[in-house]
């Protein structure tokens, strides 16, 4: 009782489907008006652009008062004189009760997400017969039974993700005969429910990732059972193996996810009857043995086994992923037919190079990074690849860059190679821009030469002949960038230029009067952040940026380390501070030195000067006495001596 009075459900009823703000349109227009639903409901009601529904989204402020929320059948739904399908959402109330609802025919998608539903009252949704979308996603559901679904025949969407379903009875989905979608994932379930699922003629799309499957059988003798099954999600079980058991003759499947089991055996016949098959996912599992790839196949992500040899593959394959296998050669190319190839990725196997011999005509990505290729191979040409667009060759033993034929890309990688020490003259001469078909301009390509802790020089002609749109030769060991190495201005998506030890003198200026604009005029100026001088020792640490719009040319000051010792270090960084402190306690340490000397010469000019006033004074006292004693002895005398001496 004292729960169903602090109990207020907000019903907003929000309108969708235009691109307008809806608050601004709850608050300017005021249209909401509330609807009292119940003794402890109220609800605003806003009706959608093209009036076919109402979208309702419960919201309860006290939701962590609730004890008993057993009495949505109290509630009324909102007068919905135009009669449009209603959509409710009562997320994250905190329901840990499910009520019956209240008799509604237009009621169409009905969500209890983020709450702790355990159990229901029998017939939950025996009156709202036209229920298509369900969902108890993130509740704390261990079993259902068959009443959940009475009356609701017509579902088509099911979701009871997120819960603690084990086990289902044959008897629990014998009502959802047009369910569609299936959404079981992260659930407890240890096989796949066949039984339970069997009612379920139409089901399209199930999915039972994150359970603990270690048995999978889709076969049964009885009935073509999940015979319109063309989704199915099984990724991260406990599936150990895939038999020619496994699946039924002729069924629908097109996609099968079973990434991220612990499959080791898959028998050699085990996809023939998967005849509809287009992309299949066995990526992380210990897959060593070969075995017969379905007909129909297009997608194959092969990534992380244990392959040692190549599969053959039907001729229609578009994307192949065996990343990250074992494998030392490349594909046998009178076996497959690789004319449809889009995507080839081989990367992170013990591959030495990549002669072929048949061109593939269709491939746009290839990735040979992490292999053991040391020089670029002759076969990367467009003779080969004729519609390429994205290379990656990261972190392969390359000690000298060359393209020994012409290749046209949009993006090339290469990036984390570690025995990369100089980007010779002529490195990237034969690689050439890719156009797009819109833009038949352009003919610059995206270059990515980073992480190469080795590299720390790129001779002024590594790309001549050709012109980059973008470049990042960030985090290696630079210390010097020629000007005329490319044309600056056309690489206008961004120079990346940082964690280099720059030596910023003079043959660097021009980087600060002409790609420094360039990078804030683009909005690339995020790209100076770490762009930093290494040495000389005077502005080591300093950022590049701290001499843009000066109007000397800073760098080529010969005297780079103390000219710029300015006022304005407190901005720049700690070693900067550093750098500073010590300059200033030089300067300290000076001056007072200075000082010192001063005041010891204006001592000793003062003592020497005292000394002779005292002389001066001894003799003048001396002859005072003297006098003194010529008086006593007649002033005649001395008065005619005065006279005397003065002539
Ligand atoms: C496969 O199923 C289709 C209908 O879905 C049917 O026409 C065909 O005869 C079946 N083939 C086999 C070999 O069962
Ligand atoms: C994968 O299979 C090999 C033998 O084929 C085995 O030695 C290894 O332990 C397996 N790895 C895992 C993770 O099961
Ligand atoms: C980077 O270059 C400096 C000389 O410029 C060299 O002393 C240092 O060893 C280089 N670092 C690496 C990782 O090669
Ligand atoms: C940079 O951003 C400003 C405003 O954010 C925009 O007006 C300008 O067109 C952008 N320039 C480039 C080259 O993208
Ligand atoms: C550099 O100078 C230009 C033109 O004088 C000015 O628009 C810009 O704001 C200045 N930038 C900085 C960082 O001082």
Redesign the pocket.
């Given at each position: 009782m004292r729960a169903l009075t602090v109990l207020t459900f907000l019903f907003f009823i929000f309108k969708y489907g235009s691109g307008q703000d809806v608050y601004e349109d709850i608050i300017n227009e005021e249209v909401y008006k509330l609807i009292r639903l119940s003794d402890v409901c109220t609800c605003s009601e806003i009706s959608d652009m093209d009036r076919t529904h109402l979208e309702l989204y419960v919201q309860c402020t006290e939701f962590d008062r609730i004890e008993n929320v057993a009495d949505l059948d109290k509630i009324e739904w909102p007068a919905n004189p135009n009669g449009l399908k209603i959509s409710a959402t009562f997320d994250g109330l905190g329901l840990s009760t499910l009520g019956k609802l209240p008799p509604n025919s237009l009621v169409e998608t009905l969500k209890f997400t983020n709450n702790i539903i355990k159990a229901y009252w029998p017939d939950p949704f025996s009156e709202v017969p036209n229920l298509k979308i369900l969902s108890f996603s993130h509740n704390d559901l261990t079993a259902i039974t068959p009443d959940l679904f009475t009356n609701i025949e017509g579902l088509e969407e099911l979701d009871l993700s997120y819960n603690k379903l084990s086990d289902f009875n044959p008897i629990d989905f014998k009502q959802l005969r047009h369910l569609k979608r299936l959404n079981l994932q992260s659930n407890n379930l240890k096989r796949v429910p066949l039984d339970a699922l069997q009612p379920m003629v139409a089901l399209e799309d199930l999915d039972l990732s994150k359970n603990g499957i270690f048995d999978l059988l889709l076969q049964r003798n009885e009935v073509e059972n999940l015979a319109r099954l063309k989704r199915l999600n099984l990724n991260d079980n406990r599936i150990r193996s895939i038999t020619k058991d496994t699946f039924p003759a002729n069924n629908s499947l097109e996609l099968l996810v079973l990434s991220n089991n612990i499959i080791e055996i898959i028998e050699e016949d085990a996809f023939l009857t998967c005849t509809n098959l287009r992309e299949l996912n066995l990526a992380q599992n210990n897959i060593t043995f070969l075995f017969t790839m379905p007909p129909a196949l297009q997608i194959a992500m092969l990534k992380i086994n244990t392959f040692y040899h190549w599969p053959t593959f039907p001729s229609g394959i578009k994307y192949i992923d065996l990343s990250y296998n074992r494998l030392t050669d490349l594909y046998d190319e009178e076996a497959n037919n690789f004319d449809s190839l889009e995507v080839l990725n081989i990367g992170g196997n013990q591959i030495k190079n990549l002669q072929i011999k048949k061109k593939l005509p269709n491939l746009y990505i290839l990735d040979i990074s992490y292999t053991l290729i040391s020089e670029i191979p002759r076969t990367i040409s467009t003779q080969y690849f004729p519609n390429l667009e994205e290379l990656h060759l990261d972190g392969n033993p390359i000690e000298t860059v060359y393209f020994k034929n012409i290749i046209a890309v949009k993006r090339l990688y290469m990036n984390e190679m570690k025995l990369l020490?100089v980007v010779e003259d002529k490195a990237f001469s034969n690689v050439v821009g890719r156009a797009d078909e819109a833009e038949s301009e352009l003919h610059c390509f995206s270059l990515s030469l980073s992480n190469c802790?080795?590299l720390?020089e790129i001779r002024p002609g590594a790309f001549d002949g050709t012109s980059l749109c973008k470049l990042d030769i960030s985090r290696n060991?630079l210390?010097f960038l020629p000007k005329i190495l490319t044309d600056w201005s056309e690489v206008v998506e961004g120079v990346n230029l940082q964690y280099n030890?720059w030596h910023c003198t003079c043959d660097m200026q021009w980087v600060v009067d002409e790609l420094l604009p360039q990078t804030y005029a683009t909005n690339n100026s995020g790209l100076l952040d770490e762009l930093r001088c290494g040495s000389p020792r005077g502005v080591e640490g300093l950022r590049l940026v701290h001499w843009y719009n000066w109007t000397e040319r800073a760098m080529c000051d010969q005297d780079i380390g103390s000219d710029t010792r300015h006022g304005n270090y407190m901005l720049e960084s700690s070693t900067e501070n550093f750098s500073s402190k010590y300059s200033t306690l030089t300067l300290i340490l000076g001056a007072c030195i200075i000082v010192t000397l001063l005041i010891s010469i204006a001592l000793s000019v003062y003592l020497i000067k005292t000394r002779k006033k005292y002389r001066v004074r001894r003799a003048a006292m001396k002859r005072k006495r003297q006098s003194a004693t010529d008086i006593n002895n007649g002033h005649k005398d001395q008065f005619t001596n005065l006279n005397t001496s003065k002539v």
């Open positions: 020490r802790p080795s720390w060991n210390t030890p």
